[in-house]
């Protein structure tokens, strides 16, 4: 089930801290905050449970062959 390798989990995770940091700082604010916050929302998600939706549709992988 699982379609996401360790790379692409890190990423994801450093997309999602740097959204954050961004709106923190004031950089970002009103409507692009709330999208990007809501991406950064489904990034963290995807990553933490190491599976996309998307992925599986288009036949991706990331995650190593064992």
Known sequence: MKN???LDRLLRLALVVAVALAWL???I???LAM???VV???LLATSLISFCPL???LGISTRPRS
Do not use: E, F, P, W
């Open 4 to 6: 996401m390798g360790n």
């Open 55 to 57: 992925y599986r549709i």
């Open 29 to 31: 604010g009103g409507t």
């Open 40 to 42: 950064a929302l489904v």
């Open 25 to 27: 700082a004031g950089a």
């Open 35 to 37: 999208v990007l916050g």
